[in-house]
């Protein structure tokens, strides 16, 4: 027995086939289930204003500017303190959704 697919030559005839065809991906049902993951406030950085100075053929800071790059150095070591805390818990989320799934398979 030999198969004649001469409609496929046409552009309808393909289209009613893929049409047919491809319509049958939709009868397999998938459900995808909602996940939330709770993340702390982001710290703010706010960056101060510091002015290098040139005093004798050395660079200077007052005591103000002196204090302003420490704590913009404070604020900026908090924020990656923070991001590492948020990668760690993307990573213990997604681990733990793997080994949900992986004893749900067996």
Not at 35 to 52: G, I, T
């Amino acid at each position: 027995m030999q198969l004649k697919l001469g409609f496929l030559h046409s552009k309808k005839g393909l289209g009613v086939f893929l049409m047919v065809f491809l319509g049958g991906c939709n009868s397999v049902p998938v459900t995808q289930e909602h996940l939330e993951l709770a993340l702390p406030e982001a710290p703010e950085v706010k960056m101060r204003s510091v002015n290098w100075e040139v005093q004798d053929s050395r660079i200077c800071l007052s005591p103000e500017n002196y204090s302003n790059l420490s704590l913009n150095t404070e604020d900026i070591k908090g924020f990656i303190v923070y991001q590492n805390k948020v990668i760690k818990m993307y990573k213990d989320f997604y681990e733990s959704q793997d080994r949900k799934e992986s004893k749900k398979n067996d």
